[in-house]
């Protein structure tokens, strides 16, 4: 590895691959090592890097991914890791993929955590390139020669305002989400989009495949108030069909962070909507605050669904309130006071007697437990969603099914402070001095830790 920037040469038959990365790939590298145990089932489908804005290449990619699907599975029974009849297709899985996003700087992390993925028998993954020069090093480390399917492509798209109105790292989000929707809904894929930063201690895929995960349409990471927005999963059966509670989700909320990250004039417009006294603030004091949170948006979805109308609490409100409060022309409230307003200035949010409803009433309390430790934190939440304005096809007006949407419980995905304090509470209930990770267990996400 190249730990000072140059160029990588292309390397000759032979010679040692060279990757141009910061200082750290060196643990990346280590990681590919572990790779090694899944290799040996046959080259992998080969996806050839390119713009997904080409409506060609986004075509391959669709197919590269069913593709890869079917190669995951073969390999996973050549390895004994599963069983099928042979030439029964009607086993073969439905297509499924792993999307992590990243730039330049934080490549070596995302190939870090990819590895991991792989030496679990996690494939086929897609990295989310923000330039090509991502998808260069990509083709290096996992190459047309390997048993693993790992592709890698960049979008040219960008929101209607600039890239630099809103930050590279807020753009990443966005621009995920709006991909996130394009494999789901368009695509018909189910794909679990995760963040770099995160440790795997089983095959996501596997786990979400099978009881009891697999009746839900969507799985989210917890976090407050509801999910987190950097691990998600949905399933391509349940999301892709028009009318259902997951496809509103996933295509209103690649609308919502497209919208919010537009340009000055349209982005006005939609606030004052909203927060009639945002039309006091400068272009300058509305461009400074983040109305495009990827997780914001994504909770406030959870509370759409829920309530059957659209909510800005999370998205517009509370950054209005924490940012702008003095320009309404009023004093600025205690957090306290602010949040429990009912008055006429916050018609489009939830109170805090909504917000008991909510949590009382429409998230229920999921039987699953993930860890064999019975605790408060082994139990997730579930939603059965039907979109603002009822479950029905506008054209034909068949009553479609409520989506199951789970946010799971923390023993699945979670913070790592979170499962370190879990695993503590465990090894004092069950009086061991250790409580590894077993079966069902998932990740650790690691914002945020030092």
């Given at each position: 590895y190249d730990t000072v920037g140059a160029a990588p040469e292309t390397p000759a038959s032979g010679s040692v691959h060279h990757i141009s990365m910061p200082p750290g790939g060196l643990a990346a590298?280590?990681?590919?090592?572990?790779?090694?145990?899944v290799m040996g089932a046959g080259?992998?489908?080969?996806?050839?890097?390119?713009?997904?804005?080409?409506?060609?290449?986004?075509?391959?990619?669709?197919?590269?991914?069913?593709?890869?699907?079917?190669?995951?599975?073969?390999?996973?029974?050549?390895?004994?890791?599963?069983?099928?009849?042979?030439?029964?297709?009607?086993?073969?899985?439905a297509p499924e993929l792993v999307l992590m996003s990243t730039d330049?700087?934080?490549?070596?992390?995302?190939?870090?955590?990819?590895?991991?993925?792989?030496?679990?028998g996690a494939s086929p993954t897609l990295l989310h390139a923000m330039s090509p020069d991502v998808c260069r090093d990509h083709e290096i480390a996992f190459g047309p020669a390997t048993a693993i399917s790992a592709g890698c492509a960049w979008s040219s798209w960008v929101p209607g305002g600039r890239v630099a109105d809103i930050g590279l790292h807020q753009f990443i989000?966005?621009?995920?989400?709006?991909?996130?929707k394009r494999l789901v809904v368009d695509g018909g894929l189910s794909v679990l989009q995760i963040d770099t930063d995160t440790i795997w201690f089983a095959n996501p895929l596997e786990t979400l495949r099978e009881p009891p995960f697999d009746r839900y349409a969507a799985v989210l990471q917890m976090d407050h108030p509801f999910a987190n927005g950097g691990v998600v999963f949905f399933r391509g059966s349940g999301c892709s069909r028009p009318g259902s509670g997951c496809h509103w989700l996933l295509t209103e909320l690649a609308s919502?962070?497209?919208?919010?990250?537009?340009?000055?004039?349209?982005?006005?417009?939609?606030?004052?909507?909203?927060?009639?006294?945002?039309?006091?603030?400068?272009?300058?004091?509305?461009?400074?605050?983040?109305?495009?949170?990827?997780?914001?948006?994504?909770?406030?979805m959870i509370s759409s669904l829920a309530l059957g109308r659209s909510v800005y609490e999370q998205s517009v409100w509370k950054p209005a309130l924490k940012d702008l409060r003095g320009l309404s022309g009023e004093r600025k409230e205690s957090s306290a006071s602010r949040h429990s307003s009912t008055g006429s200035k916050r018609t489009s949010t939830m109170t805090s007697s909504t917000h008991a409803k909510f949590r009382g009433v429409y998230l229920r309390a999921s039987s699953i437990l993930s860890h064999s430790c019975n605790s408060k934190e082994s139990r997730g939440k579930f939603l059965l969603a039907h979109p603002p304005g009822g479950g029905r096809r506008r054209n034909t007006g068949e009553q479609i099914p409520?989506?199951?949407?789970?946010?799971a419980p923390r023993t699945l995905f979670a913070h790592a402070q979170t499962y370190q304090r879990l695993l503590r509470g465990c090894a004092q209930a069950t009086r061991q001095a250790i409580c590894a990770p077993g079966d069902g267990d998932g990740g650790a996400h690691l914002a945020g830790v030092a």
């Open positions: 590298c280590l990681s590919l090592l572990a790779c090694a145990r080259p992998a489908p080969h996806f050839e890097p390119g713009d997904l804005e080409e409506p060609a290449q986004w075509e391959a990619l669709i197919r590269w991914a069913r593709l890869g699907t079917r190669h995951a599975q073969d390999m996973g029974a050549e390895l004994g890791q599963m069983t099928r009849a042979d030439g029964d297709r009607a086993a073969w899985r330049v700087g934080s490549y070596a992390s995302a190939l870090f955590t990819m590895s991991q993925l792989h030496s679990l989000f966005v621009s995920r989400k709006r991909l996130l919502r962070v497209e919208i919010f990250s537009g340009n000055i004039v349209e982005l006005r417009s939609r606030l004052e909507a909203i927060v009639p006294w945002l039309r006091n603030a400068t272009d300058k004091r509305l461009a400074k605050v983040g109305w495009a949170d990827e997780q914001n948006h994504l909770n406030d409520p989506s199951a949407i789970l946010i």
